[in-house]
C-alpha cells in the first residue's frame, strides 16, 4: 500500500473533468473515502490518494514527489 499526493490531470477537455483512477490502483482512498475506478473529479484538484498495485486499468493522474 503507497500513499501519493497528486493532482488531477485533464482526462477531456469537453467536460473539463479528471480521471481518478491509477495505472497501478483499482482501490482509492480520496480523503479517506473510497473511490472506484473511473470516478470523475475537477481537474486542478490536489488529491492525497492511497493505493495497492492490483489494477488493469490505466489512467492518468500527476503524482507531486
Same mark, same amino acid.
Do not use: P, W
Given at each position: 500500500?503507497? !500513499?501519493? +499526493?497528486?493532482? =488531477?490531470?485533464?482526462?477531456?477537455? !469537453? ?7 491509477? $495505472? ?7 480523503? +479517506?473515502?473510497?473511490?472506484? $475506478? ?6 486542478? !484538484?490536489? =488529491? ?5 498495485? +492490483?489494477? !488493469? %486499468?490505466? %489512467? ?6
Amino acid at each position: 500500500m503507497s !500513499r501519493h +499526493k497528486g493532482i =488531477v490531470k485533464l482526462f477531456d477537455e !469537453r467536460f473539463g473533468c479528471g480521471l481518478i483512477t491509477s $495505472a497501478v490502483g483499482d482501490d482509492i482512498l480520496l480523503n +479517506k473515502k473510497s473511490i472506484s $475506478a473511473g470516478h470523475k473529479l475537477s481537474t486542478g !484538484r490536489i =488529491v492525497t490518494f492511497l493505493f495497492e498495485a +492490483k489494477s !488493469r %486499468y490505466a %489512467y492518468k493522474i500527476v503524482v507531486e514527489q
